[in-house]
């Protein structure tokens, strides 16, 4: 329209139109093509805007929101590629798919920097929308997963308040080496817990965590957290001590 007055512009017209909704750039890195197809159609209808070559990863101006990761190896191996993506592409979710988890790989793998772990075998709706939680800054594990883990969790802390446990002179001497505060922290690392979670939990800084995560590790023994977890679970005593320490 062009009588004076009546004038509507580009911009107004675009204030009036229904917003476009964000595409999320998905970079699919799954090696098993079935896997792969099938990822691609279930995300085809979405907003989730799916590269079909992973090789697009050796290009500089590729800035994904969302990687996707088939962790077909080792737990190892999954971790080490998680951690490898996180250095990459910093700012990106990172969902990890694979038949099976074991706790101690799932919870490293959550240190290196995976946002969401998921099941070969999850509904296709159910995946979308914990595609989408991720996407909102939410930590995402399939419900069978984190019903067996919190059964574990259950068993476990119901055997040591039932069975009075007995530890080992050496157990017992890492155990009393750990401060009332470091002993909660390594609870925390059984539980899978990142440094900023524990760090809002006894509300303290994240730094502060992980100089008692560098006490724990040195005083165990332990070349990394997961070690320092599974070890935790055969030898910490469950019930808390009284601190006063920060």
């Given at each position: 329209m062009s009588e004076a007055g009546n004038t509507v512009t580009a911009k107004q017209v675009g204030a009036i139109s229904p917003v476009a909704r964000r595409q999320t750039v998905t970079l699919l890195?799954?090696?098993?093509?079935?896997?792969?197809?099938?990822l691609e159609r279930i995300l085809a209808d979405t907003d989730f805007d799916v590269s079909r070559d992973a090789a697009t990863l050796s290009q500089t101006d590729?800035?994904?929101?969302?990687?996707?990761?088939?962790?077909?190896?080792?737990?190892?191996?999954?971790?080490?590629?998680?951690?490898v993506l996180k250095l990459q592409f910093p700012e990106a979710r990172i969902a990890v798919l694979a038949d099976s988890f074991d706790l101690a790989g799932l919870a490293a793998a959550r240190d290196?920097?995976?946002?969401?772990?998921?099941?070969?075998?999850?509904?296709?709706?159910?995946?979308?929308?914990?595609?989408?939680?991720?996407?909102?800054?939410?930590?995402?594990?399939?419900?069978?997963?984190?019903?067996?883990?919190?059964?574990?969790?259950t068993h476990?802390?119901?055997s040591l308040t039932t069975q009075a446990p007995k530890l080992n002179p050496a157990a017992a001497a890492r155990v009393d080496r750990l401060s009332p505060r470091e002993s909660d922290v390594l609870r925390?690392?059984?539980?899978?817990?990142?440094?900023k979670?524990?760090?809002?939990?006894f509300?303290?800084?994240?730094?502060t965590v992980k100089v008692h995560v560098k006490a724990i590790l040195r005083k165990l023994g332990a070349a990394n957290r997961?070690?320092?977890?599974?070890?935790a679970t055969d030898h910490l005593p469950a019930a808390p001590r009284a601190y006063a320490d920060a």
């Open positions: 890195l799954a090696n098993t093509y079935l896997l792969r197809a099938g590729i800035q994904p929101d969302l990687l996707i990761l088939e962790a077909a190896g080792s737990s190892a191996e999954m971790v080490e590629a998680v951690g290196a920097g995976a946002d969401g772990f998921y099941l070969t075998a999850s509904n296709p709706q159910v995946l979308i929308k914990s595609l989408e939680m991720v996407m909102l800054g939410e930590f995402v594990l399939p419900p069978a997963l984190a019903l067996d883990l919190l059964a574990r969790n476990h802390e119901t925390c690392l059984m539980n899978g817990a990142p440094n979670v524990i760090a809002r939990q509300d303290v800084a994240e730094a997961t070690q320092a977890a599974l070890w």
